[in-house]
């Protein structure tokens, strides 16, 4: 057993001098004792480190005011979205016996698709999304709009083909009730502000990279997919009169889905960076879904929304607005 070196005690005592003094080098015993003790505080140091490093970017601190904005703006257009692109569930409700449930829709105990059903879920979501806009109740609102909004997605879903493009909007309407009350006047900010929108971020480049993922699996190999058979398909179906041209030139079709492509596989670099190459990233992207609408009337709107979690945009507020104190406001729940 190798005694610890106190100097003190060993002069006082006049024993001799330490394992390890300066007089006699350490035995190979001890000094792999040192070693293995130097060591574990070393990648004890360096795991406490990367532990800090993967909380701050998983929950950095935003403020309040940003929160504020985005519920305002994925709420309301929750109403659009339920009113307009997804307004098949009521029609739904009338044709019960050709619902195929989707696998989640499945392994939950989730109800079948009725009138009734369809309405109360319509009115919910719509109190629900007003109120949680304005900043009020924010996770009573917030919870039973999620609920509401995640079973009449099922229902609409379960008739036909799932679009991925609302997962980035599923995963917002769930994590901003976990923020608590934030709104335009409050100072300060919050790291679970900051951890709901590194969630909604991470879906919306998800989004991308798991349609590229999912490419590779249907076809077999990671590139298989960029032949320009597929934007030739889409070009002669649905292909408006700014793009029927390109069905002259197929090399460009070609380039265009190596580009989409490899984009996809490339998009999870957006996260981890900020100032002009994030708003290139991002100008990329929302370019992309312009270019779709515009030549394929694909809009992909509930993810487009959702990209307002990259940007600060509380500095569009008008300058009563934007101010910063030190002093943290005490959230209250709902």
């Known amino acids: 057993m190798t005694r610890r070196f106190d100097p003190e005690q060993d002069v006082a005592s006049g024993s001799e001098p330490a394992v390890g003094s300066a007089s006699e080098p350490l035995g190979a015993d001890a000094h792999g004792v040192a070693t293995r003790v130097a ?6 140091g360096t795991w406490r480190r990367v532990g ?7 929950m950095p601190e935003l403020p309040f005011a940003r929160v504020a904005i985005m519920r305002a703006a994925i709420y309301l257009f929750l109403l ?20 195929e449930p989707l696998w989640i829709g499945r392994a939950l105990p989730l109800p079948e698709p009725s009138v009734g059903l369809a309405q109360t ?9 007003l109120v ?10 917030g ?6 909004y995640f079973e009449w997605l099922i229902l609409s879903m379960s008739f036909g083909k799932v679009d991925h493009d609302h997962l980035a909007l599923v995963i917002a309407v769930f994590v901003l009730p976990t923020i608590g009350r934030a709104r335009l006047s409050d100072h300060g900010g919050s790291p679970a502000a900051g951890w709901a929108f590194r969630c909604i971020q991470v879906s919306v480049i998800f989004t991308y990279f798991g349609s590229a993922l999912a490419k590779w699996v249907r076809n077999g190999a990671p590139f298989a997919w960029a032949n320009g058979a597929v934007l030739s398909w889409a070009f002669i179906r649905r292909a408006t009169d700014l793009a029927r ?25 957006v996260l981890f960076v900020k100032g002009k190459w994030l708003y290139f990233g991002a100008a990329f992207f929302l370019t992309f879904h312009l270019v779709t ?42």
């Open 80 to 99: 659009y979205d339920i009113f307009y692109l997804r307004n098949d569930v009521i029609p739904h409700g009338h044709t019960p016996e050709l619902y």
């Open 121 to 129: 879920l319509q009115v919910l979501i719509v109190v629900g999304s």
């Open 293 to 334: 609408y515009l030549t394929l009337g694909i809009h992909f709107l509930p993810t487009v929304i959702c990209w307002l979690a990259f940007f600060p945009t509380e500095k569009l507020l008008p300058g009563r607005f934007r101010h910063t104190s030190d002093q943290q406001p005490v959230e209250h729940a709902a």
């Open 132 to 141: 949680a806009a304005t900043g009020r109740l924010p996770r009573l609102a």
């Open 143 to 148: 919870w039973t709009v999620a609920l509401c």
């Open 245 to 269: 041209w390109s069905l002259d030139y197929p090399w460009l079709l070609r380039i265009g889905q190596w580009v989409m492509l490899i984009a996809e596989f490339l998009s999870p670099i």
């Open 39 to 44: 060591g574990g505080s070393a990648d004890s």
């Open 52 to 58: 800090s490093h993967v909380r701050a970017w998983w």
